[in-house]
Nanobody, 124 residues
Framework: QVQLVESGGGLVQAGDSLRLPCAASLRTFSTYDMGWFRQAPGKEREIVAGIRKTGGIAYYADSVKGRFTITRDNAKSTVALQMNSLTPEDTAVYYC?????????????????WGEGTLVTVSS
């Protein structure tokens, strides 16, 4: 049974940093693209950052470029999202997701597995 377990969320102040790790129970983690999505209250779930199974250049939403960094450790079956210079607009539930087949885009519908999410709240 596939499990993606996020952690690291919490309440922080604007300008602070947080690191969100995600542990995956995928049998062959290195064959999956991994992504971080978020959903703010009243809004649709959106891609934050994605990293392909081969590594390489990661994808970032424009709103987080230069502030967030996604990394993966295939040996430990983990993917992490380092978030710096947080703003109240980053407040959301953050989800780790995985997909086996590569896609050109990082849409919600392209992902096969999801974690339950971790809440990040940024106060002003």
């Amino acid at each position: 049974q596939v499990q993606l377990v996020e952690s690291g969320g919490g309440l922080v102040q604007a300008g602070d940093s947080l690191r969100l790790p995600c542990a995956a129970s995928l049998r062959t983690f290195s064959t999956y693209d991994m992504g971080w999505f978020r959903q703010a209250p009243g809004k649709e779930r959106e891609i934050v950052a994605g990293i392909r199974k081969t590594g390489g250049i990661a994808y970032y939403a424009d709103s987080v470029k230069g502030r967030f960094t996604i990394t993966r450790d295939n040996a430990k079956s983990t993917v992490a999202l380092q978030m710096n210079s947080l703003t109240p607009e980053d407040t959301a539930v953050y989800y780790c997701a995985a997909r086996f087949l590569g896609r050109s885009s990082w849409s919600v519908g392209s992902m096969d597995y999801w974690g339950e999410g971790t809440l990040v709240t940024v106060s002003s």
